[in-house]
């Protein structure tokens, strides 16, 4: 049977002991409810609806009592209302077609002699109204905004702020009465006052004008509310109604954002909230929290973000998470505004790290590297590494990160930025970004004076340890580069620095990294590469057939970037003469910085820039000050192409055939580029056409070097100095310049023109020297031009000696040189040399061209010349 009381339903209900009688029992009672609906029994609806609300609070459907609703509110009597009204609330929305059912209701009700009813019909609009029933009621609710009744002044405030979220452009409606309601003596009435024209300032920005000139009232009214006494109705804990001063602070911050009149009005009241609010109650704290707030987002006195600041860090001493985090949050948005007041809460800020709460220690975290400067760099530094020891793995990837940059910016000198980054790489080097690593390995490549200092560090902390990646990759190729500075030993302070190493014992470390538990193919690729960089470091035949030994064990890697690696550096030790040059050491890279290109007609891809010259060495559009590079002292080639060309002052561009004639990128990195491998081969010989800089290239002192090269990967025959040019451009390991990436036989004049000769031209004729250049185009591309030249010594009387000649094309060609085939003419005779042009665009070819040589009477000669005499319609 059904129950007839709610009492007893609730009862019923609470007596089930399974979700299924609790089921049953209310499908029971709903279909008694709808039957007594269909009945029409007015006498049961009161108590039917009050069931059915509950029945939905419990999560059941209740939908079919939304009629039954209306009807309540259409009663009489204040509890039939009541019900009603809050039946509508609970199983009605502003989407629903049945609530326009009720704006009659609503609107006969705002005009009820009674203020509780016209209350239940503001609370019911301010719940539930739609765009419609705003429109509708919006006169109604903007006459009870000037009712003598204070509380139907609140709800009808509250209501008005409903109706202006529905529709926004009813606000101007409401804006006279808003301000005078800031007038009321009520602090109910000023609540929700303050909550009305703060929405409206959301709202519109526009009326921010109007309420600026209620700044001083709004003082008076927190004034008074600070220094009130004791008031039994409104206080809390103490504090004279915290809701209202929360309130004010809010919209105070609004009205004072960008007002110097309005901020400085305010600054004397929101100095005494913040002196005279006790902190020790969570009441007091959370006026204090809106104080510092409005203090940091208005036009504020200095004086007083410090005092707003202070505040923060006193917060950062409560035992209370929650009030710690607030303070970490908003000191990390006020930091940039006033660092230094920040930075006297920099030992608390600290101490928070190693706070229980993650959510803590990352606020924490973030604050101390918005703190570091030049000043603290090292204190703050300190303790971020001591944190880094015991921080969690999802830390470290951006700590490590951050403090190298912090490092990067701020450091005090190069070895305390060196032994910075080695710190982070000992703790954390599983968790180093690539960038980072590049920058340190840049950092070390550019001081020179620490270089011994950083690779014994290097060392010392591998023999140590070997499962961090980027230390590993780190100590291997610093050790792969100054392995001969490392085993000449040295004397520091510091007492874990190895002061005596020998060769057997980096090729031992390295050996042990390979055949460790934390190589990868990254850090095999690494190991390869330094051990070949080593034999042309290391002295000890034992020791460099050593490592021949272990790169031969690879050469059946099952990793093909391994194999590959370790086949071509076996094959190079087959050539003695040539692997030193190989081998040298990178040039000192610099850091990028984006310039324009250079204006002349000529530039070079291939040297070092001097004059000023800039150049995109690493293909990625931003040219590099070349300039700048300076080679080891070991280098063989000490002229700087470019600066003699076009008249600058020579320098030490390095001739390290890797860096200096590839494609790769010009990084410290490169040589190790595991993403986009390269190979020896493609290293030297990889030039496409595609480049948009000049080629300027500069033939090597010694003739075999280039076929020795070309042989390494190709033909197994040596050319030597004595052989003809065309033997050497016979060879299967030329690049042909035309297709990136694709080997092919470049054919000789005879096999290009037939039994004709190429014709000749004349391009330089001086002081008995004469250059004559036969141009043929080539067999398989007819975008590449072949140029044979021949060099005569017909009237110098002497022989001439060290033969050096250069060359330079426009920016939409590119240019690739064979060594000569002697550098050393004696009278009456010649040599010859091939060049080869790239024109895809096939316009004219011009050259610049640079001839040096010595005579054995002792004079030097060093020319310019220009030549563009082929014929124009030899395309």
């Given at each position: 049977?059904?129950?007839?009381?709610?009492?007893?339903?609730?009862?019923?209900?609470?007596?089930?002991?399974?979700?299924?009688?609790?089921?049953?029992?209310?499908?029971?009672?709903?279909?008694?409810?709808?039957?007594?609906?269909?009945?029409?029994?007015?006498?049961?609806?009161?108590?039917?609806?009050?069931?059915?609300?509950?029945?939905?609070?419990?999560?059941?459907?209740?939908?079919?009592?939304?009629?039954?609703?209306?009807?309540?509110?259409?009663?009489?009597?204040?509890?039939?209302?009541?019900?009603?009204?809050?039946?509508?609330?609970?199983?009605?929305?502003?989407?629903?077609?049945?609530?326009?059912?009720?704006?009659?209701?609503?609107?006969?009700?705002?005009?009820?002699?009674?203020?509780?009813?016209?209350?239940?019909?503001?609370?019911?609009?301010?719940?539930?109204?739609?765009?419609?029933?705003?429109?509708?009621?919006?006169?109604?609710?903007?006459?009870?905004?000037?009712?003598?009744?204070?509380?139907?002044?609140?709800?009808?405030?509250?209501?008005?702020?409903?109706?202006?979220?529905?529709?926004?452009?009813?606000?101007?409606?409401?804006?006279?009465?808003?301000?005078?309601?800031?007038?009321?003596?009520?602090?109910?009435?000023?609540?929700?006052?303050?909550?009305?024209?703060?929405?409206?300032?959301?709202?519109?920005?526009?009326?921010?004008?109007?309420?600026?000139?209620?700044?001083?009232?709004?003082?008076?009214?927190?004034?008074?509310?600070?220094?009130?006494?004791?008031?039994?109705?409104?206080?809390?804990?103490?504090?004279?109604?915290?809701?209202?001063?929360?309130?004010?602070?809010?919209?105070?911050?609004?009205?004072?954002?960008?007002?110097?009149?309005?901020?400085?009005?305010?600054?004397?009241?929101?100095?005494?909230?913040?002196?005279?609010?006790?902190?020790?109650?969570?009441?007091?704290?959370?006026?204090?929290?809106?104080?510092?707030?409005?203090?940091?987002?208005?036009?504020?006195?200095?004086?007083?973000?410090?005092?707003?600041?202070?505040?923060?860090?006193?917060?950062?001493?409560?035992?209370?998470?929650?009030?710690?985090?607030?303070?970490?949050?908003?000191?990390?948005?006020?930091?940039?505004?006033?660092?230094?007041?920040?930075?006297?809460?920099?030992?608390?800020?600290?101490?928070?790290?190693?706070?229980?709460?993650?959510?803590?220690?990352?606020?924490?975290?973030?604050?101390?590297?918005?703190?570091?400067?030049?000043?603290?760099?090292?204190?703050?530094?300190?303790?971020?590494?001591?944190?880094?020891?015991?921080?969690?793995?999802?830390?470290?990837?951006?700590?490590?990160?951050?403090?190298?940059?912090?490092?990067?910016?701020?450091?005090?000198?190069?070895?305390?930025?060196?032994?910075?980054?080695?710190?982070?790489?000992?703790?954390?080097?599983?968790?180093?970004?690539?960038?980072?690593?590049?920058?340190?390995?840049?950092?070390?490549?550019?001081?020179?004076?620490?270089?011994?200092?950083?690779?014994?560090?290097?060392?010392?902390?591998?023999?140590?340890?070997?499962?961090?990646?980027?230390?590993?990759?780190?100590?291997?190729?610093?050790?792969?580069?100054?392995?001969?500075?490392?085993?000449?030993?040295?004397?520091?302070?510091?007492?874990?620095?190895?002061?005596?190493?020998?060769?057997?014992?980096?090729?031992?470390?390295?050996?042990?990294?390979?055949?460790?538990?934390?190589?990868?193919?990254?850090?095999?690729?690494?190991?390869?590469?330094?051990?070949?960089?080593?034999?042309?470091?290391?002295?000890?035949?034992?020791?460099?057939?050593?490592?021949?030994?272990?790169?031969?064990?690879?050469?059946?890697?099952?990793?093909?970037?391994?194999?590959?690696?370790?086949?071509?550096?076996?094959?190079l030790f087959k050539f003695e003469n040539i692997r030193p040059a190989i081998l040298e050491r990178i040039p000192i890279p610099e850091t990028k910085e984006e310039a324009s290109r250079p204006?002349?007609?000529?530039?070079?891809?291939?040297?070092?820039?001097?004059?000023?010259?800039?150049?995109?060495?690493?293909?990625?559009?931003?040219?590099?000050?070349?300039?700048?590079?300076?080679?080891?002292?070991?280098?063989?080639?000490?002229?700087?192409?470019?600066?003699?060309?076009?008249?600058?002052?020579?320098?030490?561009?390095?001739?390290?055939?890797?860096?200096?004639?590839?494609?790769?990128?010009?990084?410290?990195?490169?040589?190790?580029?595991?993403?986009?491998?390269?190979?020896?081969?493609?290293?030297?010989?990889?030039?496409?056409?595609?480049?948009?800089?000049?080629?300027?290239?500069?033939?090597?002192?010694?003739?075999?070097?280039?076929?020795?090269?070309?042989?390494?990967?190709?033909?197994?025959?040596?050319?030597?100095?004595?052989?003809?040019?065309?033997?050497?451009?016979?060879?299967?390991?030329?690049?042909?310049?035309?297709?990136?990436?694709?080997?092919?036989?470049?054919?000789?004049?005879?096999?290009?023109?037939?039994?004709?000769?190429?014709?000749?031209?004349?391009?330089?004729?001086?002081?008995?020297?004469?250059?004559?250049?036969?141009?043929?185009?080539?067999?398989?591309?007819?975008?590449?031009?072949?140029?044979?030249?021949?060099?005569?010594?017909?009237?110098?009387?002497?022989?001439?000696?060290?033969?050096?000649?250069?060359?330079?094309?426009?920016?939409?060609?590119?240019?690739?040189?064979?060594?000569?085939?002697?550098?050393?003419?004696?009278?009456?005779?010649?040599?010859?040399?091939?060049?080869?042009?790239?024109?895809?665009?096939?316009?004219?070819?011009?050259?610049?061209?640079?001839?040096?040589?010595?005579?054995?009477?002792?004079?030097?000669?060093?020319?310019?010349?220009?030549?563009?005499?082929?014929?124009?319609?030899?395309?």
């Open positions: 049977m059904p129950y007839y009381r709610l009492k007893d339903l609730i009862k019923a209900i609470r007596a089930c002991k399974t979700a299924a009688d609790e089921r049953a029992v209310i499908q029971k009672e709903s279909a008694a409810i709808r039957t007594s609906f269909k009945e029409e029994n007015n006498d049961a609806r009161h108590s039917n609806v009050a069931k059915l609300l509950y029945i939905h609070m419990l999560g059941y459907p209740a939908h079919f009592g939304q009629i039954e609703c209306l009807k309540l509110v259409a009663s009489n009597r204040f509890a039939d209302k009541r019900l009603g009204y809050l039946g509508i609330m609970l199983l009605l929305d502003e989407n629903q077609e049945v609530l326009t059912l009720v704006t009659n209701s609503l609107k006969n009700d705002m005009n009820h002699s009674n203020m509780y009813i016209v209350g239940l019909a503001l609370c019911t609009l301010g719940n539930i109204s739609s765009p419609e029933m705003a429109r509708d009621l919006c006169a109604e609710v903007e006459k009870l905004l000037g009712s003598s009744n204070t509380y139907i002044r609140k709800k009808a405030a509250l209501c008005a702020m409903r109706i202006i979220r529905k529709v926004s452009e009813l606000q101007e409606n409401f804006l006279s009465r808003a301000k005078s309601l800031l007038s009321d003596r009520n602090h109910g009435v000023l609540l929700t006052a303050t909550t009305l024209i703060t929405e409206m300032c959301y709202r519109n920005p526009d009326t921010l004008v109007t309420f600026r000139k209620a700044v001083p009232l709004l003082v008076r009214h927190l004034k008074s509310l600070v220094s009130a006494g004791f008031s039994p109705e409104h206080d809390v804990t103490g504090v004279t109604d915290p809701f209202l001063q929360v309130k004010i602070l809010r919209l105070m911050r609004i009205l004072g954002k960008g007002d110097a009149e309005a901020s400085e009005a305010m600054n004397d009241v929101l100095a005494q909230v913040a002196t005279n609010t006790e902190s020790t109650k969570n009441v007091g704290n959370s006026i204090l929290y809106e104080t510092v707030l409005t203090i940091m987002e208005i036009q504020s006195e200095s004086g007083l973000r410090v005092l707003a600041i202070n505040i923060l860090g006193k917060f950062l001493t409560n035992r209370d998470n929650n009030i710690r985090y607030v303070a970490l949050t908003t000191l990390n948005k006020t930091v940039s505004i006033d660092t230094n007041a920040v930075q006297r809460h920099r030992n608390i800020i600290l101490d928070c790290l190693r706070d229980g709460d993650i959510s803590i220690r990352r606020r924490a975290l973030e604050l101390s590297f918005a703190l570091i400067n030049e000043s603290n760099v090292r204190v703050l530094t300190r303790e971020l590494l001591a944190f880094l020891e015991v921080a969690d793995n999802e830390f470290k990837q951006g700590m490590t990160t951050k403090i190298c940059l912090a490092a990067d910016r701020f450091a005090p000198n190069k070895r305390w930025h060196i032994d910075t980054v080695l710190r982070v790489l000992k703790l954390a080097g599983n968790y180093v970004r690539e960038e980072i690593l590049s920058n340190f390995i840049r950092l070390v490549a550019q001081t020179k004076d620490l270089n011994a200092y950083t690779v014994q560090k290097l060392y010392a902390a591998l023999k140590a340890d070997i499962s961090q990646e980027s230390l590993t990759l780190a100590g291997v190729w610093v050790i792969g580069e100054y392995g001969d500075i490392l085993i000449k030993g040295g004397s520091f302070e510091e007492e874990e620095l190895v002061k005596e190493v020998t060769e057997p014992d980096v090729v031992d470390l390295f050996e042990s990294i390979l055949a460790g538990p934390y190589a990868n193919q990254v850090t095999r690729e690494y190991v390869l590469t330094a051990l070949m960089k080593l034999t042309s470091r290391f002295t000890s035949v034992p020791v460099i057939q050593k490592i021949q030994a272990i790169l031969e064990s690879y050469n059946t890697s099952i990793e093909v970037e391994i194999q590959q690696r370790a086949i071509e550096y076996t094959n204006t002349d007609d000529f530039s070079g891809g291939g040297g070092g820039g001097g004059g000023g010259s800039l150049l995109d060495l690493d293909g990625d559009g931003i040219a590099t000050d070349v300039k700048q590079f300076k080679a080891p002292e070991t280098s063989q080639n000490t002229v700087d192409i470019l600066a003699t060309i076009f008249g600058g002052a020579p320098s030490d561009t390095s001739n390290n055939l890797i860096p200096a004639q590839s494609n790769q990128k010009n990084d410290i990195m490169s040589l190790f580029n595991t993403t986009s491998t390269t190979t020896s081969s493609n290293l030297i010989q990889n030039i496409p056409v595609a480049n948009p800089l000049d080629s300027l290239t500069t033939s090597p002192p010694t003739s075999s070097s280039t076929n020795d090269i070309a042989n390494l990967f190709g033909s197994t025959n040596q050319i030597t100095p004595s052989q003809n040019v065309q033997s050497a451009n016979s060879l299967d390991s030329l690049v042909d310049l035309g297709a990136a990436n694709s080997v092919k036989t470049t054919p000789s004049p005879s096999s290009s023109t037939g039994t004709n000769a190429p014709e000749q031209f004349t391009a330089y004729n001086k002081n008995g020297f004469k250059i004559n250049l036969s141009p043929f185009k080539d067999q398989n591309n007819p975008n590449i031009l072949n140029i044979n030249v021949t060099f005569h010594n017909i009237g110098i009387g002497s022989t001439v000696q060290n033969l050096l000649f250069q060359a330079a094309v426009p920016k939409t060609q590119r240019l690739q040189m064979q060594p000569p085939s002697s550098t050393t003419i004696a009278p009456g005779a010649n040599v010859t040399q091939t060049i080869r042009v790239a024109n895809p665009q096939r316009v004219n070819v011009r050259l610049k061209l640079r001839i040096v040589y010595d005579t054995s009477a002792g004079s030097k000669v060093d020319e310019i010349a220009e030549f563009s005499g082929f014929p124009q319609n030899f395309w």
